[in-house]
């Protein structure tokens, strides 16, 4: 069974879709049973084509990816969740909605901040070079993430060990 992995943001347009699309790209290449999704408590309804850009410019797919309210994830249709990481602090700091889903439990809750790409100084060169530098900074967490046994660790392990990776 997928391990479902939902990433939270605001305005799903940045962080969240940076995440959502590396994971799902080093999930497929490494073979594991991994799947990202990602919404916005506010989604903007648009995707930050700075976001885009650097993801294009890896080769990373993001012909999958929309705006979305989190709203999606808590129905009864939604996929099972495993985990639900918030990747900017105003997300992290909102009542999220209870995600069950058809989970046996609850998915476990980690914060992995970063700061928004978005406000760069620079101007668009600027904006480019922090958006590549938060994708860069994702995918390392990401590949954190893929490298733990998620299969046959407790749920207090999987807990400590993203909380350590929240700490790297």
Same mark, same amino acid.
């Given at each position: 069974m997928? *391990? +479902?992995?939902?990433?939270?943001?605001? +305005? @799903?347009?940045?962080?969240?879709? =940076?995440?959502?699309? /590396?994971? @799902? +790209?080093? $999930?497929?290449?490494?073979?594991?049973?991994?799947v990202a999704h990602s919404a916005g408590s506010a989604p903007s309804g648009r995707i930050n084509p700075h976001a885009l850009a650097v993801l294009a410019e890896?080769?990373?797919?993001?012909?999958?990816?929309?705006?979305?309210s989190w709203d999606r994830f808590a129905g009864a249709d939604a996929p099972p969740l495993s985990l639900v990481i918030t990747v900017c602090d105003s997300a $992290?700091?909102? $009542?999220? #909605?209870?995600? *069950?889903?058809?989970?046996a439990e609850p998915p476990l809750k980690v914060h992995w901040g970063y700061p928004d790409p978005s406000n760069a100084d620079g101007g668009d060169e600027g904006k480019r070079r922090a958006f590549e530098l938060t994708r860069q900074a994702i995918g390392y967490r990401m590949l954190q993430l893929?490298? =733990? #046994? =998620?299969?046959? /660790?407790?749920? $207090?392990? =999987?807990?400590?060990a993203l909380n350590g990776i929240a700490a790297s």
């Open positions: 997928s *391990f +479902h992995v939902l990433i939270l943001c605001t +305005h @799903n347009s940045a962080r969240s879709v =940076l995440s959502e699309c /590396m994971l @799902n +790209h080093w $999930a497929k290449r490494l073979g594991r049973d991994v890896a080769g990373i797919d993001t012909s999958y990816t929309a705006s979305k $992290a700091a909102e $009542a999220c #909605p209870v995600f *069950f889903s058809g989970a893929l490298a =733990l #046994p =998620l299969e046959t /660790m407790s749920r $207090a392990e =999987l807990q400590a």
